[in-house]
């Protein structure tokens, strides 16, 4: 039998980060959702069990990941997948969607894309922040929005710094920092007409 808990992240125009929902779920054996396209992030911790995860491929083929105890798995908008617990031993996961300007620059870091959605700590125990920050923010619903996103930060610290594919950084100038943000708005906006002012406000 499959409990769960998720909540609505309430919407107050958070552009860098900001979360949309986040929950847990112990499944039921062999339960699956998808196939399925999100419209944002959605980052999955398993507590407990295994599952796996299939993400539809260019050449529409499935490309199968199999998620244990103490792993993850990163969903990006776009993706065709499915994802299904196993039959004997069903996974325990706690899960939150999200989305903003530095969502994508920020899993990178933490070696996640598209093509390599798996989170796989550097050792075991160096989840468990992971862990105990996305269960903070699911147990905790009734908090503050600022409170919330608090902790979501600390998660993703907490992803980038454990992730046995975490990349090395470094040191970015603040004019190279610039040009990139502008570039963003660029490829956000480009359909509208853009003024030079719009994109140094921004």
């Not at 004997?88 to 939150?96: A, E, G, M």
């Not at 994508?104 to 105990?132: F, T």
């Not at 147990?139 to 990349?167: C, G, P, R, V, W």
Request: proline letters at 3%.
């Amino acid at each position: 039998m499959s409990q769960h808990f998720f909540s609505i992240f309430p919407h107050e125009n958070l552009v860098d980060l900001s979360m949309v929902q986040y929950g847990w779920e112990q499944c039921a054996s062999l339960y699956s959702y998808g196939p399925y396209v999100r419209n944002n992030y959605l980052f999955h911790y398993v507590i407990s069990g295994k599952g796996y995860l299939e993400v539809l491929q260019p050449d529409q083929t499935n490309k199968r990941f199999d998620i244990e105890r103490g792993q993850g798995f990163l969903i990006c908008p776009g993706q065709v997948t499915t994802y299904c617990a196993d039959e004997h031993d069903p996974w325990f996961y706690t899960w939150v969607e999200f989305t903003g300007a530095q969502a994508q620059y920020r899993l990178g870091l933490a070696g996640m894309n598209d093509s390599q959605p798996l989170y796989i700590p550097l050792q075991k125990e160096a989840s468990q922040k992971v862990q105990d920050e996305l269960l903070y923010i699911s147990n905790h619903a009734q908090e503050s929005s600022l409170h919330l996103m608090a902790h979501f930060y600390l998660f993703l610290d907490a992803l980038i710094e454990t992730s046995s594919y975490k990349q090395r950084v470094r040191g970015q100038s603040q004019q190279s920092f610039y040009i990139h943000e502008a570039i963003h708005y660029i490829e956000q906006y480009y359909r509208t007409e853009i003024r030079v002012e719009q994109i140094a406000t921004y």
